[in-house]
């Protein structure tokens, strides 16, 4: 099997940072894109940022200059570095990625079971 581990999440002050991090285990083949999505109070799950295994990134406009992606493609790792953080910014985060296991040919998206963030104002 496959598992998606986060770590990192907390309670910051509004203009304060956090890191979250990701780390995939298992029967793991590849993994193409990893990403975090959030989810906050009655609102939908909704894309935060996302990485390549080439690197390439794309960000949420939301998030765009404050938070940054990257991984480790040896250790199956992804992390995302959150500064200035808003209050707006509050919900639970969760760790995706595209993994192809070791005992198939097929790619299916995994998930984390989530980490909290909460900025306070």
């Known amino acids: 099997q496959v598992q998606l581990v986060e770590s990192g999440g907390g309670l910051v002050q509004a203009g304060g940072s956090l890191r979250l991090a990701c780390a995939a285990s298992?029967?793991?083949?590849?993994?193409?894109?990893m990403g975090w999505y959030r989810q906050a109070p009655g609102q939908r799950r909704e894309l935060v940022a996302r990485i390549t295994s080439s690197g390439n990134t794309n960000y949420a406009d939301s998030v765009k200059g404050r938070f940054t992606i990257s991984r480790d493609n040896a250790k199956n790792t992804a992390s995302l570095q959150m500064t200035s953080l808003k209050p707006e910014d509050t919900a639970v985060y969760y760790c995706?990625?595209?993994?192809?296991?070791?005992?198939?040919?097929?790619?299916?998206?995994?998930w984390g079971q989530g980490t909290q963030v909460t900025v306070s104002s």
């Open positions: 995706q990625a595209e993994i192809r296991p070791s005992y198939t040919v097929t790619y299916r998206d995994w």
């Open positions: 298992g029967n793991i083949g590849r993994i193409n894109t």
